[in-house]
């Protein structure tokens, strides 16, 4: 299994980044995928995830300080999940890593949001 994300930068407070998350080394369309983040000094947080696909559509879960806020999608056919953030918050600084319905992680991509 490997997980690379990126997509991560320094942002002010109010904007946007588009995270994403390339999978490989096993069946990504049979799996939920995961966004975790860790803030300096605070322990793993879990951010949001996404089902598979069923139907037309998936579901879709959120920590309530992200939801309305940050958005997770996936692209099968790109074996990729996306989070996009909107209206960052200092608060939202952190390293971010997506992952596996089983555990598996990747290295992070690093959040900066401030002024």
């Known amino acids: 299994v490997q997980l690379v994300e990126s997509g991560g930068g320094l942002v002010q407070p109010g904007g946007s980044l588009r995270l994403a998350c390339a999978a490989s080394g096993f069946t990504f369309s049979d799996k939920y995928m995961k966004w975790f983040r860790q803030a300096p000094g605070k322990g793993l947080e879990w951010v949001s995830t996404?089902?598979?696909?069923?139907?037309?559509?998936?579901?879709?879960f959120y920590t309530a300080s992200v939801k309305g806020r940050f958005t997770i999608s996936r692209d099968n056919a790109k074996n990729t999940v996306y989070l996009q953030m909107n209206a960052l918050r200092s608060e939202d600084t952190a390293l971010y890593y997506c992952a596996t319905e089983d555990g598996d992680r990747g290295q992070g991509t690093q959040v900066t949001v401030s002024s």
């Open positions: 996404i089902s598979t696909i069923y139907g037309h559509g998936w579901d879709t």
